[in-house]
């Protein structure tokens, strides 16, 4: 389940709600509500599954200080 970072949206969505797509600066996918950007991480699973994981650190894009 991912959560719209941004504050007055707020909608959330299954993965199959969402594309996830990469704009060059990471993982995301727009929220259908709002067209906010949320980033997201890949990961694999033992069994090969692909799982994405909402990064809430990173809340604009961009370069990112650490
Ligand atoms: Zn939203």
Redesign the pocket.
């Known amino acids: 389940m991912f959560t719209?970072r941004?504050q007055s949206?707020g909608?959330q969505w299954d993965q199959s709600d969402v594309v996830i797509k990469n704009e060059g600066q990471g993982l995301l996918f727009r929220?259908p509500?709002?067209g906010?950007r949320n980033y997201v991480e890949r990961f694999e699973g033992d069994d090969g599954s692909v799982l994405y994981e909402q990064m809430e650190g990173r809340p604009f894009p961009g370069p990112v200080a650490e």
């Open positions: 719209c941004n949206c909608a929220c509500m709002c906010a």
